[in-house]
């Protein structure tokens, strides 16, 4: 079982960069693959990337070469920083963990409560 907690959402000018984290409370943080998911108003929630326990990562074609995950081990955190925002990232975005080295978006056991992301145009 683990608890997830994300933090840093907030309103940024379209061009801005943003940093999310996520905080796993659980003794066996590198037994999960960690992820992060978006659900945008009126839209279904979709895959945003994932990161493995020893940091091999998958994105979104939406998403590549503009937002990157970081893991801490030590720490028990993952992060996603989010450059060159769109208004279309406008979303609610979800911290996500599963066991196993299943990077893809299915399957995925533990969520967060999710963070606003408003991308001002």
């Known amino acids: 079982q683990v608890q997830l907690v994300e933090s840093g959402g907030g309103l940024v000018q379209a061009g801005d960069s943003l940093r999310l984290s996520c905080a796993a409370s659980?003794?066996?943080?590198?037994?999960?693959?960690m992820g992060w998911f978006r659900q945008a108003p009126g839209k279904e929630r979709e895959f945003v990337g994932a990161?493995?326990?020893?940091?091999?990562?998958l994105y979104a074609d939406s998403v590549k070469e503009r937002f990157t995950i970081y893991r801490d081990n030590a720490k028990n955190t993952v992060s996603l920083q989010m450059n060159s925002l769109k208004a279309e990232d406008t979303a609610v975005y979800y911290c996500?963990?599963?066991?196993?080295?299943?990077?893809?978006?299915?399957?995925?056991?533990?969520w967060g409560q999710g963070t606003q992301v408003t991308i001002s145009s």
């Open positions: 996500a963990a599963k066991e196993g080295l299943d990077l893809s978006g299915s399957s995925w056991h533990y």
């Open positions: 659980t003794r066996t943080f590198r037994a999960y693959t």
């Open positions: 990161i493995s326990w020893n940091r091999i990562t």
